[in-house]
């Protein structure tokens, strides 16, 4: 799999699983596997299994997390991330994967909190400002998205041209301060 040879990977992968069927790595192996070829329902089943042999499997939670979001089934990606940090509450990505989902659920009194601890855990986190930015715009509350925003262009300026197309910045979008910071 490492070489994106994943219809190999998934031929080893049902072999391992024939010969040691209760092989919870063999099973989010593969669901991995499946997730890169964007077979996310597929992908869903192993993570399933992985998770029923192995029920602290914090990867497989992650990895079903991804699977669930790319899915349009925000609240089991929650429920995913959720389980993944009260088995691994130090790894900023679930934050951020729960905090995004969060968003896309128009909860973003959620995923502030989320943002929060990425920021608490890495203060540099670029990608952290730029959702606390999104979910303040989506609260209407340009005062508090406007600085947040600025953060994070001043961390990675691509931020300038991913803000000016994202709707989530509608509520804020004719805020001086707003098109002053897109125009740099």
């Known amino acids: 799999m490492e070489l994106n040879q994943c219809e190999k990977a ?3 992968y049902k072999k391992a699983i024939e010969l040691k069927p209760a092989s919870s790595e063999a099973h989010n192996s593969r669901g991995i596997a499946y997730a890169k070829l ?7 089943k192993d993570y399933k299994k992985a998770i029923e042999l192995k ?3 914090s990867e497989a939670y992650y990895n079903r997390g991804i699977a669930h979001r790319e899915l349009d089934q925000l609240e089991s990606a929650v429920d995913d991330f959720s389980m ?5 509450p130090d790894m900023v990505e679930s934050y951020c994967n729960r905090g995004q989902a969060y968003i896309e659920l128009k909860e973003p009194e ?18 952290a400002y730029y959702n606390k930015a999104v979910a303040y715009s989506l609260m209407k509350k340009p005062d ?7 953060k994070a262009i001043s961390l990675d ?3 300038i041209e991913w803000a000016k197309t994202d709707k989530d910045f509608d509520n804020i979008r004719n805020d001086p301060r707003f098109k002053a910071l897109l125009s740099h």
């Open 38 to 44: 964007n077979q996310h329902k597929k992908a869903l």
């Open 157 to 159: 300026k691509r931020y």
């Open 84 to 88: 993944f940090i009260k088995l691994r």
């Open 10 to 12: 998934l031929k080893d």
């Open 55 to 57: 029920p602290d499997f």
């Open 144 to 150: 508090e998205a406007i600085p947040m925003l600025q």
């Open 110 to 127: 959620l995923a502030l909190k989320d943002f929060d601890k990425v920021l608490e855990l890495d203060p540099q986190h670029f990608f």
